[in-house]
Every structure is written in C-alpha cells, then in structure tokens.
C-alpha cells in the first residue's frame, strides 16, 4: 500500500523558535494532505487541509500564522510551528490518499516538546 | 459524516477473538464505515471498510447489520500487538485525494496474556 513518512518523529525545541515538520507521500502523489493533532489521551483532531499549489484550510481554532503550511510539491508537504510555546507540545500527524487507493494513509508521527 | 459511538474500552484475552461494535445510526446511504486503529504513538493504521456487504480482508472481518445502523470488526484471533485504540468512522467516498477524516474517542482494546 501507499506510505506516507513524516520527519522528524520527535523533536525538543526552546520556547519561542519554529519548528517544521515535513509529510511525504513516498510512492503516489496528493493534491491534498491532512494535518493533525493529538494530546495525549486525546483524539487525533484535524488541524488544517494542506492544497497543492494553493492556502491551506484551517478548522475552526487553528491559527494560520502560527501553524504555517506549504505544500509546495505532489509528494510534501511542510507545517511550521512558529514560536513554540509548551502548550503547542503534541503529537503531530499527516496524512494522504492515494487517488487510486481507497483509503488514507497516515505518517508515523512527530513528537514535539516544548521546553 | 455520519457520527459513530463505540465503547471506550475492551479487554480481550490473548488468541480469541475481538469483536469490536460501532454504532452509526445516523449514516446516510452513501456513507461507508471505515475503521482505523492506532498503536501507541504511532500514525493510525487502515484496517478495513465497508458500505453494505460484509467484508474480510488479512487483518480483520467487518460485520455490517442490514440495516447499517451498526457494525462490528472482528479480529479474529487476537495477538497482544493488536493492543491499541481502535477508529470506527462514517465518512462519505468522494474520490480523488480528498480525505478527511474525522475521528472520534475510539475504543481502547487490551489484548490480555
């Protein structure tokens, strides 16, 4: 089946810098990739629509200056967590279709803490 | 998407099977039932859907009533790695790479020695 990767699968920062965490579709290409968010024994809650070629869609409380998205080519897409602060440390996870799969595949995750 | 409840926890014991409900009441016709599970931090990992008949591929069996107003994904045989909190989702097939998912609270499956 399809794969997606992320990188990293964890990362420390200090409080105040970016951090920027990278979703690849290694096998198939996606005009549209997920990102999501997940405290810890939470669910995961879906952040925002990475577009190919255009702005990202962001839900409803999700701030786009904060949470910046690129998806510059078929194959990544990027989300920035400028100026990190410790509530922003979570588990942050991507996800694509493959148009000629049925279903989506997600990455493995990326740790971010905070300190 | 159609709202899915599942309980929030079930123990199963090591070589038996698990049988995981979902109740989706609300799900329109062209809905299909996915489910999705997620090992400890890691990435969700697809399992199996379906939309009326039953289905049954490598990892599970997924049992759709008639009436789709419920389903059940059943493990076969249990392994303690089939330890995680297991996804059932409603969500509507439109093609192309648009796939958003909205997940619930899920059912947290321990698979017992």
């Known amino acids: 089946g399809a794969v997606v990767s992320q990188h990293p699968s964890w990362v420390i920062c200090k409080s105040g810098t970016s951090v920027k965490i990278e979703c690849r579709s290694l096998d198939f290409q996606a005009t549209t990739m997920f990102w999501y968010r997940q405290f810890p024994k939470q669910s995961l809650m879906l952040m925002a629509t990475?577009?190919?070629?255009?702005?990202?869609?962001?839900e409803q409380g999700v701030e786009k200056d904060k949470f910046l998205i690129n998806h510059a080519s078929l194959t990544l897409s990027t989300l920035t967590v400028t100026s990190a602060h410790p509530e922003d440390s979570s588990f942050y996870i991507c996800?694509?279709?493959?148009?000629?799969?049925?279903?989506?595949?997600f990455g493995q995750g990326t740790r971010l803490t905070v300190v | 998407d159609a709202k899915t409840t599942q309980p929030p926890s079930m123990d199963c014991a090591e070589g038996r099977a698990a049988n995981l409900p979902c109740n989706h009441s609300?799900?329109?016709?062209?809905?299909?039932v996915y489910w999705y599970r997620q090992i400890h931090s890691q990435g969700p990992q697809y399992i199996i859907h379906?939309?009326?008949n039953n289905e049954t591929n490598e990892m599970a069996s997924l049992i759709i009533t008639e009436d789709r107003k419920s389903s059940t994904l059943i493990l076969p045989h249990a392994t303690l790695r089939d330890t995680a909190v297991y996804y059932c989702?409603?969500?509507?097939?439109?093609?192309?790479?648009?796939?958003?998912?909205?997940f619930g609270k899920g059912t947290l499956l321990t698979v017992n020695p």
């Open positions: 609300t799900i329109s016709g062209n809905e299909y």
């Open positions: 996800s694509a279709r493959d148009p000629g799969e049925t279903e989506a595949f």
């Open positions: 379906g939309l009326k």
């Open positions: 989702i409603g969500y509507k097939n439109s093609g192309g790479s648009n796939y958003k998912l909205t």
């Open positions: 990475s577009n190919e070629g255009s702005k990202a869609t962001y």
